[in-house]
């Protein structure tokens, strides 16, 4: 079964830092790409950052990019986002996210989430 | 960035009945338009790919349809559990992939 457990979320400051956590199991990770998706909430779905397989390509959404960093560790079968320079606006529930293999930008499974809350 | 535009922002509707949900794309996406099915507390499932394909385990009465810019989800006859937000994303043009902004169909 494939499991996605993101963890890392909570409440911090404007300006501050978080780093959002995603093990994975169920699969081999490393030949998946994967995603982070967050959802405002009551709202909508929006995507945040692309990780190739092999971490050579990875894409941001222009809100995140310059503050927001995706990365992986194959070995760990886990997925990071670093979180800097954190805006009341990126307060969402973050979402984990696998790529059907060898699609681009179809999510074929989704963690949980985890929410982050940006407030003073 | 394609944007993408889902009709209505609700569906009221009784079990049995059907529903018919729209999506539009600001430029064509041919037919890599992805349909995904949210309930409360629980993250997005995936319903359908490249705008008519069911994914694995997805019940016959989910009907994607379209391409181009002008999209449709089908569900032939609903049942109690398919009442939900319903959200269209495109992968033809990315990044950025893109999301619509949901349709909710409610029990009537």
């Known amino acids: 079964e494939v499991q996605l457990v993101e963890s890392g979320g909570g409440l911090v400051q404007p300006g501050g830092s978080l780093r959002l956590s995603c093990p994975a199991s169920?699969?081999?990770?490393?030949?998946?790409?994967m995603n982070w998706v967050r959802q405002t909430p009551g709202k909508g779905l929006e995507w945040v950052s692309y990780i190739s397989s092999s971490s050579s390509i990875i894409y941001y959404a222009d809100s995140v990019k310059g503050r927001f960093t995706t990365s992986r560790d194959n070995a760990k079968n886990s997925l990071y986002l670093q979180m800097n320079s954190l805006r009341a606006e990126d307060t969402a529930v973050y979402y984990c996210a696998r790529n059907f293999l060898g699609s681009g930008g179809m999510i074929d499974y989704w963690g949980q989430g985890t929410l982050v809350t940006v407030s003073s | 960035e394609i944007v993408l535009t889902q009709s209505p922002a609700t569906l009221s509707l009784s079990p049995g009945e059907r529903a018919t949900l729209s999506c539009r794309a600001s430029q064509s996406v041919s037919t890599y338009l992805v349909w995904y099915q949210q309930k409360p507390g629980q993250a997005p499932r995936l319903l359908i790919y490249?705008?008519?394909n069911r994914a694995t385990g997805i019940p016959a009465r989910f009907i994607g349809s379209g391409s181009g810019t002008d999209f449709t989800l089908t569900i032939s006859s609903l049942e109690p559990e398919d009442f939900a937000v319903y959200y269209c994303?495109?992968?033809?043009?990315?990044?950025?992939?893109?999301f619509g902004g949901g349709t909710k169909v409610e029990i009537k």
């Open positions: 490249d705008a008519s």
């Open positions: 994303q495109q992968r033809s043009n990315w990044p950025p992939l893109t």
């Open positions: 169920g699969f081999t990770f490393s030949t998946y790409s």
